[in-house]
């Protein structure tokens, strides 16, 4: 059951270096438990992957660094990832080479953080937990019947997600309580990976915005796939359609549209009043990957990377291809720059000519988000934080590394909320930074 923290006050005196030294490690422990929700002028949620609706990875919060571990939570089983294959070396044929998997959405247990918890789904054991994110200790665990690949949505109090098992659960956010549950499959089950798996698996994430919910089922056309829409609350009315293609990936939605990757291939649009197609976005039809993005004024649409390695932008509204970026693994775009991390490079790009304005030598390709004027990427065994600009125009050390951490593995996973950066990788590990605490 959930367990309430009251923030307590602590009034400094000038006489605290004669203190005893338990009183003064208590009354460390209180400035830094209070800084740690009270440090900044904003303070946000991260109630879904990469933040929002449109997956924009940016947060408009500042951390003050340097950050310290706060806390790790260490699961017992590291992630199961639906899909173990490596992709082949080389397209010979096509003249594409050093190809990457694209089917990356599972690597790590991802976060949603709001009101004050911390929750993750888990491929492994095919829960929903809850964490405290002060201590890091475990409030609640909800077991559904299959691999959990996606992070929860934290919407209204509730915590959405979906299963392996077919399902797409609505909680109580507080005490993990089932509120409503729905399979729109059948009950057939197939062994996948090891472990028990519906034929209509739920790999297309759950969106909520406002009182809407929207998911999507089903790998195997043949069998059936679904796209679904249902009042947030209760879990009724809507519609259930039928995707063009397997959805594979992180929904994202404008007012009147849905967009659903589809791993290997090229993502579909559907209009969000009935579920009918409205599209999609190509160049070749092996373009997309199970990574998009739409910038927070709706006009462009990122997604990759594709077969060639780029990652491509298109227009929202219409589907035109705009540009590329190769060898970019993830992007981020504020309404100046977008923001890229390749193999081997952070780059900066001015939005309106593509220019760049900066490309340094960092080796963080895994994640990529920002938090104020801080972008913080996540790398192999480290996590790092880079100043992207200040007072919103370009200036001198723009790009320059301010502060990096040790984590086990690759960090995949990244979020900013109320005070704090939180770190998933690989290794099942969830870590917790927040600021140091100086006397």
């Not at 050093?98 to 990356?104: E, M, S």
């Not at 995949?412 to 870590?431: C, E, F, K, P, Q």
Request: proline share 5%; glycine share 10%; aromatic share 12%.
């Amino acid at each position: 059951m959930r367990t309430n923290s009251v923030m307590k006050q602590a009034e400094v005196k000038n006489d605290m270096v004669n203190r005893p030294r338990a009183e003064m490690r208590l009354m460390t422990e209180l400035l830094s438990f209070v800084l740690f929700f009270c440090q900044n002028a904003v303070a946000e949620d991260w109630p879904t992957r990469l933040h929002d609706m449109h997956r924009s990875g940016i947060t408009s919060e500042s951390l003050t660094l340097p950050l310290t571990e706060r806390w790790t939570y260490d699961t017992p089983r590291r992630p199961a990832p639906a899909w173990t294959e490596s992709p082949a070396g080389h397209d010979y044929y096509h003249s594409y080479y050093d190809l990457k998997p694209r089917q990356n959405f599972d690597f790590a247990f991802d976060v949603a953080v709001a009101g004050g918890f911390v929750y993750f789904g888990s491929s492994k054991s095919g829960t929903i937990n809850c964490l405290d994110a002060t201590t890091g200790e475990r409030v609640w665990t909800f077991f559904t019947e299959g691999p959990v690949r996606f992070s929860p949505t934290v919407a209204n109090g509730r915590v959405y997600a979906g299963s392996d098992d077919g399902y797409v659960y609505c909680l109580d956010a507080l005490d993990g309580s089932l509120i409503w549950s729905e399979q729109v499959g059948g009950e057939d089950m197939i062994w996948s990976n090891g472990q028990m798996s519906s034929v209509w698996p739920v790999h297309g994430s759950v969106l909520v915005d406002g009182s809407d919910i929207f998911w999507a089922a089903g790998l195997f056309p043949k069998e059936g796939m679904y796209l679904c829409k249902r009042n947030a609350a209760d879990g009724n009315g809507g519609w259930t359609a039928t995707p063009m293609l397997p959805p594979q990936g992180y929904l994202l939605a404008t007012a009147s549209k849905l967009f659903v990757p589809s791993g290997k291939t090229y993502p579909t649009i559907y209009n969000r009043t009935n579920g009918s197609y409205a599209g999609n976005v190509q160049v070749d039809t092996r373009d997309g990957g199970c990574w998009a993005l739409l910038t927070r004024d709706e006009s462009q649409f990122w997604t990759g990377p594709s077969v060639d390695n780029q990652v491509r932008q298109f227009s929202a509204q219409t589907g035109t291809y705009v540009a590329a970026v190769r060898g970019a693994n993830y992007l981020i775009a504020d309404d100046t720059y977008a923001y890229c991390c390749t193999d081997t490079h952070i780059s900066k790009i001015q939005r309106n000519d593509c220019s760049i304005v900066w490309s340094l030598d960092y080796a963080y390709p895994y994640a990529i988000i920002k938090a104020g004027t801080t972008l913080f990427a996540g790398g192999n065994g480290e996590i790092a934080a880079l100043r992207s600009t200040m007072r919103g125009k370009a200036t001198q050390g723009d790009g320059m590394r301010i502060w990096t951490a040790p984590v086990k593995g690759k960090a995949y996973g990244l979020a900013v909320a109320n005070g704090a950066l939180y770190v998933s990788t690989d290794t099942g590990i969830i870590y917790c930074f927040s600021a140091t605490v100086r006397l």
